[in-house]
């Protein structure tokens, strides 16, 4: 809800910046979990991953500890994605005007450019590019790495089914850590966003500028939830 940051009882007063909810305390904790255990997934990973690397499973105690905590890494990772996918699933649903977003990319990567955008709701289309891609790959690395968890599972699976589970793991583990990186380098390049989750709250000018739909609906409380319309430019 857009609100300005004042305490109760205090006057408001022209230039109070506009402060905009946009994640609960809940939403941000199941977030940084599940950001921190994609971290700790991929320096132990690397680390079993290549002899050169071997040194940092100094981080974890040793090989065999990094060994034995990867893979329960790995289980948090997964149910912790789980619980933001269930938050935000809706909200990343495909939409036309996400295509002419996508079509109009050197508008989106240019400065000062945004007037030639479609207006977007709570997420745009690379953001929800990020969102898809992960969720697919966080269910191969989990079925993968499954497979690969002698363990607990080493005689449910093949010689043959584990060689291949290993390649399919490795491969998915670098396109997500490639992901991680694209979504870590623009919630950065776009000013303002990191504090969307840690304080949980952006500014009016962030809203407007970058998520002009999501701001109309909070404040007119009229979500929309089709879009039919194809492009809608900014105004
Ligand atoms: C550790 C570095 C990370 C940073 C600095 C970071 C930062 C952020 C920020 C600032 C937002 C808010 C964006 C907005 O509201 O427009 C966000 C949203 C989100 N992040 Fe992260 N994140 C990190 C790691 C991760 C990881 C590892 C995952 C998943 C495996 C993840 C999944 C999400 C999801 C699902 C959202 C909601 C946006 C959506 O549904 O598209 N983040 N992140």
């Not at 305490?7 to 022209?14: K, L, M, N, S, Y």
């Not at 599940?34 to 997934?41: E, F, H, I, K």
């Not at 948090?76 to 789980?82: D, K, Q, S």
């Not at 989990?142 to 699976?157: E, K, L």
């Amino acid at each position: 809800m857009a609100t300005r940051e004042t305490a109760p009882g205090d006057q408001v007063h022209r230039g109070d910046p506009v402060v905009v909810d946009r994640y609960t305390t809940g939403a941000r904790i199941n977030h940084w979990i599940t950001a921190a255990s994609l971290v700790l997934l991929a320096i132990s990973g690397l680390a079993l991953f290549h002899p050169s690397l071997y040194w940092l499973t100094g981080l974890f105690g040793g090989g065999p500890n990094t060994r034995t905590i990867h893979p329960w890494i790995g289980v948090v990772l997964f149910f912790g994605f789980c619980g933001l996918f269930l938050r935000f699933w809706r909200l990343n649903l495909w939409e036309r005007t996400d295509n002419v977003w996508l079509a109009k990319i050197r508008d989106v990567l240019s400065p000062n450019h945004e007037e030639n955008l479609p207006e977007v709701g709570k997420y745009n289309a690379g953001q929800k590019i990020v969102f898809w891609s992960m969720s697919l790959l966080i269910i191969v690395l989990i079925s993968s790495g499954v497979v690969i968890w002698d363990q607990y599972f080493g005689p449910y699976f093949t010689v043959e089914q584990k060689r291949i589970a290993v390649l399919v793991h490795a491969t998915a583990a670098v396109i997500a850590i490639c992901v991680w990186i694209v979504h870590v380098y623009a919630a950065i390049w776009v000013r303002g966003t990191i504090s969307a989750m840690t304080r949980g709250r952006v500014t009016g000018g962030w809203a407007w500028r970058h998520h002009r739909r999501w701001l109309r609906e909070l404040v007119t409380g009229e979500p929309r939830k089709t879009d039919t319309t194809g492009a809608t430019p900014a105004r």
